[in-house]
């Protein structure tokens, strides 16, 4: 049974880093074929795409978020971890970690639970 | 960046009716596209894939069409589970994916 679940903090205040981690069981992060994906998505907006990691460590990232993101993995732990820095209020949003079931097609078969961040002073 | 423009941004229907959502991208993305069902308070699902290929275990009234710019999603027979936020997703830049605005499907 493929799971994920994200973790991190639920409240973060303007400036600081977040960093979140995706645990996942039911398939390996050394899968040739398979990826993990952070997605958020705003109270009551639209889904957003933030970055993603493959097994061979490739990664991919927002273009316009990707000078304040960092993805990776800790296949021992079955992990992927995303850091944000300098986060603003308009990052509140429940963020998601995602499966990618085939390296040639970036689609999200299996969602974690989602954590909603909100970031205030 | 590949723009994908989803309408409508919302509509409302009664249970057997037949649903078409639309989504339109910038740029071609041949078949590079997919759908989710979002309930509120969940994780999106996913419903299709390469534009028209259904998710293992996604009702056969799900169905999707549709290459180049322009695509479809239809419900031919809505049922009451199928109230909820519809997203459309492109993956075919290699700068990463988009999605759509999303189509609120709601109870006439």
């Known amino acids: 049974q493929v799971t994920l679940k994200e973790s991190g903090p639920v409240l973060v205040k303007p400036t600081e880093t977040l960093t979140l981690t995706c645990t996942v069981s039911g398939f390996s992060l050394s899968n040739a074929r398979m990826g993990v994906s952070w997605i958020r998505q705003p109270p009551g907006k639209a889904l957003e795409w933030l970055a993603h990691?493959?097994?061979?460590?490739?990664?991919s990232y927002s273009t316009s978020l990707k000078s304040r993101l960092t993805i990776s993995k800790d296949t021992s732990k079955s992990q992927v971890v995303l850091t944000m820095t300098n986060m603003d209020p308009v990052d509140t949003a429940t963020y998601y970690c995602?499966?990618?079931?085939?390296?040639?097609?970036?689609?999200?078969?299996?969602w974690g639970q989602g954590t909603l961040v909100t970031v205030s002073s | 960046a590949i723009r994908i423009t989803q309408s409508p941004s919302s509509l409302s229907a009664s249970t057997g009716d037949r649903v078409t959502i639309t989504c339109r991208a910038s740029?071609?993305?041949?078949?590079?596209l997919a759908w989710y069902q979002q309930k509120p308070g969940k994780a999106p699902k996913l419903l299709i894939y390469a534009a028209s290929t259904l998710q293992s275990g996604v009702p056969s009234r799900f169905s999707g069409s549709g290459s180049g710019t322009d695509f479809t999603l239809t419900i031919s027979c809505l049922q009451s589970e199928d109230f909820a936020t519809y997203y459309c997703?492109?993956?075919?830049?290699?700068?990463?994916?988009?999605f759509g605005g999303g189509t609120k499907v709601e109870i006439k």
């Open positions: 995602a499966r990618i079931p085939r390296h040639t097609a970036t689609t999200f078969d299996y």
């Open positions: 997703q492109q993956y075919y830049s290699p700068d990463g994916v988009t």
């Open positions: 740029q071609g993305i041949s078949s590079y």
């Open positions: 990691i493959f097994s061979n460590d490739e990664k």
